[in-house]
T-cell receptor
Framework: GQQVMQIPQYQHVQEGEDFTTYCNSS?????IQWYKQRPGGHPVFLIQ?????EVKKQKRLTFQFGEAKKNSSLHITATQTTDVGTYFC??????????FGQGTTLQVKP | DAEITQSPRHKITETGRQVTLACHQT?????MFWYRQDLGHGLRLIHY???????NKGEVSDGYSVSRSNTEDLPLTLESAASSQTSVYFC?????????????FGPGTRLTVL
């Protein structure tokens, strides 16, 4: 079946370092969404990318959607302790269902 | 403000018992979803509903059932709880089936099956 793979599973960085998580789908996606889950919390929507090659920024976060609409990345510049959490990508298939990646858990050392 | 509530927030039960997890939303969204979250697996879809009286199986539906008698509620029932169903369960809603709509998640229910 359709799968969305996300790497790495865990990432430990020093505060101020950059961080990137990657998402790859086995099939072309209608769109891709990114969610953040703080420890003990629930996933919260961050952003959605729809167009091929799209790039969106939210302050220190940069989101990209691949030209073939099968991969995406989230890059955080100069991480802060408030960035701690698990970041999920979720690809929307042509049946309308969201397929989540396994998530990347980010730890930031102050 | 519109919201999604889940109850109970924590539940401990024994193998073989029937358990029902409640999900109630005041968003008036047609689409509702149940996911389970386990380490290394991310969020996996259990069941979903696109409207009243509509229910569909997700990728991990065995041992679970749902019913949708109104817009606001989508209870998830574990017919005979198993230890493999120990997990955190999230309910989510979405406005419609449009591919550009986002999902809103409830706070989650942590279920332990002993």
């Amino acid at each position: 079946g359709q799968q969305v793979m996300q790497i790495p599973q865990y990432q430990h960085v020093q505060e101020g370092e950059d961080f990137t998580t990657y998402c790859n789908s086995s099939t072309t996606l209608s769109n891709i969404q990114w969610y953040k889950q703080r420890p003990g919390g629930h996933p919260v929507f961050l952003i959605q990318l729809v167009k091929s090659g799209e790039v969106k920024k939210q302050k220190r976060l940069t989101f990209q959607f691949g030209e073939a609409k099968k991969n995406s990345s989230l890059h955080i510049t100069a991480t802060q302790t408030t960035d701690v959490g698990t970041y999920f990508c979720a690809g929307q298939s042509n049946t309308g269902k969201l397929i989540f990646g396994q998530g990347t858990t980010l730890q930031v050392k102050p | 403000d519109a919201e999604i509530t889940q109850s109970p927030r924590h539940k401990i039960t024994e193998t073989g018992r029937q358990v029902t997890l409640a999900c109630h939303q005041t968003w008036n969204h047609n689409n509702m979803f149940w996911y389970r979250q386990d380490l290394g697996h991310g969020l996996r879809l259990i069941h979903y509903s696109y409207g009243v009286h509509d229910t569909n199986k997700g990728e991990v539906s065995d041992g679970y059932s749902v019913s949708r008698s109104n817009t606001e509620d989508l209870p998830l029932t574990l017919e005979s709880a198993a230890s493999s169903q120990t997990s955190v369960y999230f309910c989510a809603t979405r406005t419609s089936g449009s591919p550009t709509d986002t999902q809103y998640f409830g706070p989650g229910t942590r279920l332990t099956v002993l």
